[in-house]
C-alpha cells in the first residue's frame, strides 16, 4: 500500500469557521507533511513531522494548527481563514531521510 | 539555497513522439531527485526517483537520468500517449543540509495531441 489518504476532497467553509484536514498513510513513514499549493503553481511546504513531532514551520500562520496524534495520521486544523487560504492542500510523507515522497490527492480548501 | 529549474514551461506534441523535459538544479548536494506528475487538481503522482549514487532510472516508458556534477536530470517519455497530458515536476530533495526540504521546479506543462 502505497497510498496517502486525505479528506474531505473539497470543504469549503465560512472564514468564522473552524474546520480540519485529516491525512492518513499506512507505509510506516515516520516524516509527514503539509503542503499548499495555489494554482499554476508548485507546492510550498507549511509543516513537517518527524517522529510525531514538529520539526519545521515554515512561518505558516497560526490560524493554521498541525497536529500529529500518531506516526500514521497527520490533522490540520483550520480556524478563521481568509479567503486567500483557498487552495488545494497536499499532504505527504516519506521515510526520515531522503527517500521517495508520497502525496495524497489533496483537499480543494475554497474560503468564502 | 537550492533551486530547481524546468525547462520548457510547457510543450505541446502529436501523439507516438518521443519528448525530453529538462531539469536543472543549483545545489550539487542534492540527496535525491524524484519525478512527479499532476493532473489538473489532483495530487502528485511519483513516477521515478533517483538517489544521489545513481545516474538513471527506469520505469515502463519512462528514463530519468541525474547527472549531479553539471547539475541537471532529464525526464524521456517514449511513444507519448493522450494520457500523458499532465504537468511535469522535478523535486530535489535534501536542500540547505535539511533531510525534509523538497525543493520543487515550476513544472512543464505536456499536452499530448491525438
Known sequence: ?112 | KQEVTQIPAALSVPEGENLVLNCSFTDSAIYNLQWFRQDPGKGLTSLLLIQSSQREQTSGRLNASLDKSSGRSTLYIAASQPGDSATYLCVGSGSGGSNYKLTFGKGTLLTVNP
Not at chain 1, 499506512?26 to 517522529?51: D, I
Request: glycine share 4%.
Open chain 1, 1 to 112: 500500500d502505497t497510498e496517502v489518504t486525505q479528506t474531505p476532497k473539497h470543504l469549503v467553509m465560512g472564514m468564522t469557521n473552524k474546520k480540519s484536514l485529516k491525512c492518513e498513510q499506512h507505509m510506516g513513514h515516520r516524516a509527514m507533511y503539509w503542503y499548499k499549493q495555489k494554482a499554476k503553481k508548485p507546492p510550498e511546504l507549511m509543516f513537517v513531522y518527524s517522529y510525531e513531532k514538529l520539526s519545521i514551520n515554515e512561518s505558516v500562520p497560526s490560524r493554521f494548527s498541525p497536529e500529529c496524534p500518531n506516526s500514521s495520521l497527520l490533522n490540520l486544523h483550520l480556524h478563521a481563514l481568509q479567503p486567500e487560504d483557498s487552495a488545494l492542500y497536499l499532504c505527504a510523507s516519506s521515510q526520515v531521510r531522503n527517500t521517495e515522497a508520497f502525496f495524497g490527492q489533496g483537499t480543494r480548501l475554497t474560503v468564502v
